[in-house]
């Protein structure tokens, strides 16, 4: 009985903390999605100062991560995207319409992990994406 406890219980603990990471993982994703959107439409239509994509893309990146908290196993990326007029359209209905996509990389916990002489890691993290088109002239015009 105690050589099965013996090799139940590395399994019982790599269970245990895959589990704790999905359920972080859930928990950091369903905060961002709600953040981001939120952010996008607050700050990123409208941004307070001057009226470009870059102050745009800053005010919604630091919107974020001020939701998100301090977590150290989570970064937030921004980016934004000028959309194009179709080639064959003559004139656009709205020529400003702009899409942010927000980024959250998650990194599993324990990223090193050092235990009876074996190390292992985690290079790895799991990232997950969010996008929104926003007129930037116009508040409310959503795409």
Known sequence: M??????????AIVVAI???NIMGYLICCAVFDRASLDAVLAHGVSP????????????VESAI????????AISVEVSAATLS???GSLVSLSPHLTRFTCTLHFR???QRLRFAG??????????????????RYRPGVVM
């Open 18 to 20: 895959t589990m704790a």
């Open 85 to 87: 007029v179709p080639s």
């Open 65 to 72: 991560e001020e939701a998100m908290g301090e977590n150290p």
């Open 48 to 59: 307070a100062g001057p009226q470009t994509e870059l102050a745009a893309v800053a005010e």
């Open 2 to 11: 105690s050589v099965e406890l013996a090799s139940i219980i590395p399994l």
């Open 108 to 110: 599993p916990w324990p």
């Open 118 to 135: 074996a190390s292992m890691e985690a290079p790895f993290e799991i990232v997950h994406t969010r996008s929104l088109v926003v007129d």
